[in-house]
């Protein structure tokens, strides 16, 4: 069964350092999003991606945070310079249509970032 | 701003009874709603949906219950597992929107 893919699975990494937390959509897909969960707290959405572009995006998603797509099939999400309250696990996902047309989205196994 | 609401953050329920979980919602606007069920160190995996147009449906032992009105959805899950044990999120999105919206997560425990 075609499942999102992302790597690492654990991330540890400095304050103020970069990261680049890699994902790879559903083939066939066509829309993709980063959510991020803090420990104990909801899933929040940070920003959904299609053709080429970011279609929307949460206040969270602030010019820290960037996303691409370098190729066919990667989705990265960047943080540029990494605060501590970025620790969180941070979920890929993607859907063949987008969420105006009633279908549903499928999540990665996500990537536990800690900043330290 | 608690758009989504999961007034219960756990429920134990007996292997093979009845679960429900309830989900009550703010924004008359949202649309599409949807159950997804999470173990822990893994992502979010899709359960249920429903369109605003319909009160219910039902896949399996899942049936997921509408109320517009009340701006409230349920899921049942009949009979329990102990494979269901699991944190489950409630989420819902608007016309055309492009995320969902999660409530904080029910954890059900199934006991044998």
């Known amino acids: 069964e075609p499942e999102v893919t992302q790597t690492p699975s654990h991330q540890v990494t400095q304050m103020g350092q970069e990261v680049i937390l890699r994902c790879v959509p559903i083939s066939n897909h066509l829309y993709f999003y980063w959510y991020r969960q803090i420990l104990g707290q909801k899933v929040e959405f940070l920003v959904s991606?299609?053709?080429?572009?970011?279609?929307?995006k949460s206040e969270i998603f602030d010019d820290q945070f960037s996303v691409e797509r370098p190729d066919g099939s990667n989705f990265t999400l960047k943080i540029r310079s990494t605060k501590l309250e970025d620790s969180a696990m941070y979920f890929c996902?993607?859907?063949?249509?987008?969420?105006?047309?009633?279908?549903?989205?499928?999540f990665g196994q996500g990537t536990r970032l800690t900043v330290v | 701003d608690q758009q989504v609401k999961q007034n219960s953050p756990s429920l134990s329920v007996q292997e093979g009874r009845i679960s429900i979980l309830n989900c009550d919602y703010t924004?008359?606007?949202?649309?599409?709603f949807l159950w997804y069920k999470k173990y822990p160190a893994e992502g979010p995996t899709f359960l249920i949906s429903i369109s605003s147009i319909k009160d219910k449906n039902e896949d399996g032992r899942f049936t997921v219950f509408l109320n517009k009105s009340a701006k409230h959805l349920s899921l049942h899950i009949v009979p329990s597992q102990p494979g269901d044990s699991a944190v489950y999120f409630c989420?819902?999105?608007?016309?055309?929107?492009?995320?969902?919206?999660f409530g904080p997560g029910t954890r059900l425990s199934v006991l044998p």
């Open positions: 924004n008359s606007m949202f649309d599409y």
């Open positions: 989420a819902a999105s608007l016309p055309y929107g492009q995320n969902f919206v």
């Open positions: 996902a993607s859907s063949e249509l987008g969420q105006g047309w009633d279908t549903e989205a499928f």
């Open positions: 991606f299609y053709n080429n572009e970011i279609s929307e």
